[in-house]
C-alpha cells in the first residue's frame, strides 16, 4: 500500500524564519492533502494540492506528482504555528482511503 | 472550519468495557471516515461510509468494533471490549461525493485503564 514518508520528524524555529516541511510518498497519488493538528489533536486542513504549486496566506505547498514529492513552506513563522503538520495521500478511485505520514513537529519559538 | 462533531472528547474505560464513540459529520457530506491515531502520531484506516453503507474496513474493525451510519442519526464507533492498546486518538472525517478533500472532527481521546 502507499507509504507516506516526512521530514523533517521536528522542526525548531524563532518567530519570523521559514520553514519547509516535505513529503514523499511511495506510490503516485492523484489527491494529497496537507492539515495542521493542533496540540490538542484537532486537524485542520490546510491545502489540498494533488499537483502544481498552491498558496494560502502565509502557505506555499509545491507538489511534483511524477516524482512523488510534496513541500510546505511557512514563511515567516509564528508562534501560534506550532504543532503538527500532516500530509495525507490518496489514490482515486473505488479504494479512496487517505493515507497519512507521521507529521513534522513545528515548534515555534517567540 | 470544519463542522464535523465528535463525541465525548475523552472516554475512560477499564479493559473489557464497551467504548462508544459518536460522529456528526458535515452537512451533505455523504462519506464518513474512521481513522485511529496512536502515540506514535501513525494514523490507521478503520473504517469507512457511502451514506449509511460500509465502503471498507480493517480486519480489526471487522472483528472487534461495531460501527454504522443511520440515517438521521450520529455515525458511531464501538469497540465491543476494549484493549490497553486501544488507546488512541480516534478521528471522524467525511468529505462531499466527488470530493477529496476530508474534513475532521476534534476526535475521542480514549484511555483504556
Known amino acids: 500500500g502507499q507509504q507516506v514518508q516526512q521530514s523533517p520528524a521536528s522542526l525548531v524555529l524563532q518567530e519570523g524564519e521559514n520553514a519547509e516541511l516535505q513529503c514523499n510518498f511511495s506510490?503516485?497519488?492523484?489527491?494529497l492533502q496537507w492539515f495542521y493538528q493542533s496540540p490538542g489533536g484537532s486537524l485542520v486542513s490546510l491545502l489540498s494540492?494533488?499537483?502544481g504549486t498552491k498558496h494560502t496566506g502565509r502557505l506555499t505547498s509545491t507538489t511534483v506528482t511524477k516524482e512523488r514529492r510534496s513541500s510546505l513552506h511557512i514563511s515567516s513563522s509564528q508562534t501560534t504555528d506550532s504543532g503538527t503538520y500532516l500530509c495525507?495521500?490518496?489514490?482515486?478511485?473505488?479504494?479512496?482511503?487517505?493515507?497519512f505520514g507521521k507529521g513534522t513537529s513545528l515548534v515555534v519559538h517567540p | 472550519n470544519s463542522k464535523v462533531i465528535q463525541t465525548p472528547r475523552y472516554l475512560v474505560k477499564g479493559q473489557g468495557q464497551k467504548a462508544k464513540m459518536r460522529c456528526i459529520p458535515e452537512?451533505?457530506?455523504?462519506?464518513v471516515f474512521w481513522y485511529q491515531q496512536n502515540k506514535n502520531n501513525e494514523f490507521k484506516f478503520l473504517i469507512n461510509?457511502?451514506?449509511?453503507?460500509?465502503?471498507?474496513q480493517i480486519d480489526m474493525t471487522e472483528k472487534r468494533f461495531s460501527a454504522e451510519c443511520p440515517s438521521n442519526s450520529p455515525c458511531s464507533l464501538e469497540i465491543q471490549s476494549s484493549e490497553a492498546g486501544d488507546s488512541a486518538l480516534y478521528l471522524c472525517?467525511?468529505?462531499?461525493?466527488?470530493?477529496?478533500?476530508?474534513?475532521f472532527g476534534a476526535g475521542t481521546r480514549l484511555s483504556v485503564l
Open positions: 472525517a467525511s468529505r462531499d461525493r466527488g470530493q477529496n478533500t476530508l474534513y
Open positions: 506510490s503516485t497519488a492523484t489527491q
Open positions: 494540492n494533488p499537483s
Open positions: 495525507a495521500t490518496a489514490t482515486s478511485g473505488g479504494n479512496y482511503k487517505p493515507t
Open positions: 452537512k451533505g457530506h455523504p462519506v
Open positions: 461510509f457511502q451514506n449509511q453503507e460500509v465502503l471498507q
